[in-house]
């Protein structure tokens, strides 16, 4: 079935969720509509205004077995991406328009991003990765745990840890 935007399936033992397919159509839908309803835009304001959509909706899907569907998405909008750019110089082959709108980043080819000068620096914006967001799983909390008894200290230091760690993972992203 179907609940706020995950689809959740039992197979024998084991339940899978996912993101459900309204949410991705949607999605896919809602980058189309940022993408081509600034045909004109220049590249920095599309990336600026495409990267809160896309970091706001692999947030809320990290928590779930969403790998594949965050590449499938990636894909998808490199195409829509294709497009726009292709749009934009009709009179000019693939490969210029690969090479003007598109970068290469360590082994990735088709990065959507931009050079700019911003206070006399030259400054490159990418487009975020859904891909890149990192799916996180929980560990449920022992339900006899007390956090007052010494017993259970090791296993609260643990737990502190494992928070500070998925924090830090959140600033090192920004900070990149």
Known sequence: F????????????????????????RFVEKTHEVIFGNKTAKQEDLIMQLNPVLRGWGN???????????SNLDSILVRQLKRWAS?????????????????TEGSRNWVFAADFKKAD?????RLEQLADIPILRYRKVKAE??????EWQEYMT???RAK??????????KAS
Not at 4 to 21: D, E, F, M, Q, T
Not at 87 to 103: A, E, G, L, M, T
Not at 145 to 150: A, R
């Open 2 to 25: 179907d609940f706020l935007g995950y689809n959740i399936r039992r197979y024998k033992r084991n339940i899978l969720v996912k993101p459900a397919k309204k949410s991705v159509k």
């Open 60 to 70: 809320y899907f990290r928590f779930v077995s969403a790998k594949k569907t965050f």
């Open 87 to 103: 749009r934009r110089h009709p009179k000019k082959s693939r490969r210029w328009v690969k090479q003007r709108y598109f970068k």
């Open 121 to 125: 620096k030259k400054e490159r914006i």
């Open 145 to 150: 745990m007390n956090p007052f008894d010494p």
């Open 158 to 160: 643990w737990k502190l």
């Open 164 to 173: 500070r760690e998925l924090t830090k993972g959140k600033t090192s992203r």
